[in-house]
């Protein structure tokens, strides 16, 4: 049982690049989300999925695009990177209805030159 | 946007010794998650309170959900080096599930 899988676990992009961070669970969790980490910030959420076919905005969703085909995938898109996304992400996941713990990936490390 | 206030920032202790931190919020949370995260990894659960009172340990660590819905706290009893890292709070305020809200985070060193 690998849990919440994260990968690239660190990447470089120049300014307008694009690409996609990729999450994976594996245990059948109805609920995914993605977080940034910044100093001195916490944990802010961009984007969550209540299952598939299903997203929606969080705090800070501007820059990023998501979608949900499957269950057990949810990947995090920034279609024109911008310094100011420099950042660690991390996804999450937690199953449906009454269980509110989530469970985190190891983090994705970005940095957009 | 909403992020929960939490004391303090950060702390320096001394092995052995035992520590307090504290979460607090404008509304009224359903759930309190601590989770303590480790350089270069993910955060990961401690501790999860769901009732208004309630006391749960996990070891050396103790959290209570606040009276009132808007506060938590967590402490650590007899500190070990390992304990070193970033502690946060988080939950789901009452008013909508989805979106969690984290702490700042506490940044405990230990100090052998």
């Known amino acids: 049982n690998a849990g919440v899988t994260q990968t690239p676990k660190f990447q470089v992009l120049k300014t307008g690049q694009s690409m996609t961070l990729q999450c994976a669970q594996d245990?059948?969790?109805?609920?995914m989300s993605w977080y940034r980490q910044d100093p001195g910030m916490g944990l802010r959420l961009i984007h969550y999925?209540?299952?598939?076919?299903?997203?929606d905005q969080g705090e800070v969703p501007n820059g990023y695009n998501v979608s949900r085909s499957t269950t057990e995938d949810f990947p995090l898109r920034l279609l024109s990177a911008a310094p100011s996304q420099t950042s660690v992400y991390f996804c999450?996941?937690?199953?449906?209805?009454?269980?509110?713990?989530?469970?985190f990936g190891a983090g994705s490390r970005l940095t957009v030159l | 946007g909403q992020q929960l206030n939490q004391s303090p920032q950060s702390m320096f202790i001394q092995e052995g010794e035992d520590v307090s931190m504290n979460c607090t919020s404008s509304?009224?949370?359903?759930?309190w998650l601590w989770y303590k995260q480790d350089p270069g990894e993910g955060p990961v659960l401690l501790i999860a309170?769901?009732?208004?009172?309630e006391l749960t340990s996990n070891g050396r660590l103790t959290a209570q959900f606040g009276i009132t819905r808007k506060d938590s706290f967590l402490n650590i009893s007899a500190s070990i080096p390992s304990d070193v890292g970033i502690y946060f709070c988080?939950?789901?305020?009452?008013?909508?599930?989805?979106?969690?809200?984290f702490g700042t985070g506490t940044r405990l060193k230990v100090l052998a």
């Open positions: 245990m059948n969790h109805e609920y």
């Open positions: 999450a996941s937690r199953t449906g209805v009454g269980a509110n713990v989530l469970t």
């Open positions: 509304s009224i949370f359903n759930t």
């Open positions: 988080a939950g789901p305020p009452s008013s909508g599930t989805y979106k969690y809200i």
């Open positions: 999925s209540v299952g598939a076919g299903i997203t």
């Open positions: 309170l769901y009732k208004a009172g």
